[in-house]
């Protein structure tokens, strides 16, 4: 499996030090619910600032082009699963940052 792309913003706090907000939210309601549609995906947002279907279906969409989700095709809509655990996720982010840390030696 090809890796996830990087992105890194120490500002941030928790899985938004490497995504996007609501990225971060998706990935939550992934890892906890294994397999995930659009609508399973809204019911789980909080409601504040909750977005519309199809951002949801077009961030989906996009996080499964970086490889963070795998897509499946179930009927005439799409079931989204994590590409890698918790775990794994955050073990390869900073895999990659050490990475990079190498190049200042």
Known sequence: MSETHFYFNPNEKGL???????????M?????????????????????????????MTILSRMADKNLLLREK?????????????????????SQIKSCLQQFK
């Open 16 to 26: 938004t030090v490497f995504l996007g907000k609501t990225e971060s939210k998706l």
């Open 74 to 94: 179930d009927g005439r809509s799409f079931l989204y699963r994590p590409a890698l655990t918790k775990k794994q996720f955050l073990a390869q982010k900073i």
């Open 28 to 56: 939550e309601i992934a890892w906890e619910h294994k397999n995930i549609s659009v609508k399973t995906a809204l019911f789980h947002l909080p409601e504040k600032d909750k977005p519309a279907y199809t951002t949801v």
